[in-house]
């Protein structure tokens, strides 16, 4: 009975310890679920009446792009594209230059992964948002999927779908 009662003991201490070592693992599968090139589906917040309001028009184009190094990019643009009056960037009217400015968003910088908070981590090192740049901005997400969900659910939604 003794020996059994060991050998229990010894199996307990040898889950613990290997439960111990690779825990680790699971939080690493989260970040690297986010991995990847993600193709824009949908960029909208929700107005004050529950209405979903795309953002850069009803379909948006863009990518955001996770790598292992714990590097992101991400591009948006409106659509339909703007099309200037002029064919000079420089013959641009004030106008036409905040509808171009206003029809596109990037940034870049690094990323982690809160996988107890379920958040993307991003800290800004360019972005055409000079606000954000320099500083450290927080997103829930979740992957269901082939789709990263990226939002708070109530007052806005970025859908994103893997590229293979």
């Not at 201490?13 to 439960?19: E, K, N, W, Y």
């Not at 929700?46 to 792009?65: C, K, Q, R, T």
């Not at 009217?93 to 690094?110: D, H, K």
């Amino acid at each position: 009975m003794l020996n059994l009662e060991r050998g229990s003991r010894l199996t307990t201490l040898i889950v613990v310890l290997a439960g111990m070592i690779f825990a680790p693992c699971a939080f690493a599968d989260d970040a690297d679920a986010i991995v990847g090139t993600w193709r824009l589906v949908e960029h909208s917040d929700w107005d004050s009446s529950g209405a979903l309001v795309p953002m850069f028009g009803p379909n948006p184009i863009g990518y955001i792009v996770h790598d292992r190094t714990g590097h992101f990019s991400v591009q948006i643009m409106r659509t339909p594209p703007i099309r200037p009056s002029a064919e000079d960037p420089d013959s641009l009217t004030e106008s036409e230059l905040r509808e171009l400015f206003q029809g596109y968003y990037a940034s870049f910088g690094t990323y982690t992964v809160d996988s107890k908070s379920s958040e993307s981590v991003y800290q800004i090192e360019g972005s055409t948002v000079p606000q954000l740049i320099g500083s450290e901005v927080r997103l829930p997400y979740r992957i269901e999927g082939d789709s990263l969900i990226i939002g708070d659910g109530k007052t806005w939604l970025r859908l994103w779908q893997r590229l293979r």
